[in-house]
């Protein structure tokens, strides 16, 4: 029986004393979640006004970086979670994009090309020095187990 291997971002339901609704935030553990959202509200509650509870059935199980997630560069990697939107500020985002635009000698977006993590769609474009990269399924794939649990 072998025991399925996952990274996990745990879940948060969050109160605030005298706001109305609950919300679900993000974090390793409640004091940086309470931390987190004090901050939100620049200080006008205090960390006695924030109730934080875990909430385990909105946890998001991650992949593990496999072999080749882990044999890539260090700008490959950036550009593939580009590419995925991992890197745009939130990671709950990840995922929103499959595309990076660039020249089509761009050494890490051909790499990542002959890697079967990138394409170039064959559609003719409007100037042949620039192109789309789209992420392959692989790619996506291998993006997801790149994704940082949380913001940093």
Sequence with gaps: MSEEKFRLRKAWCVLVEGYDGEEIEYGPNAGKVRARVRRMFDRKVSFADITVRREKS????????D?????????????LLHAHGAT??????AGYRDHFYTSRDDETLCSLERKGLMRVPQEPSLDDRYVYFLTTDAGKRVADSLTPEYNL
Aim: aromatic share 0%; proline share 7%.
């Design 58 to 65: 909105k946890d998001v199980r991650l992949p593990i970086p």
């Design 67 to 79: 072999e080749v997630a882990l044999g890539l560069t260090d700008n490959e990697r950036d550009a």
């Design 88 to 93: 745009c500020g939130n990671v709950l985002k």
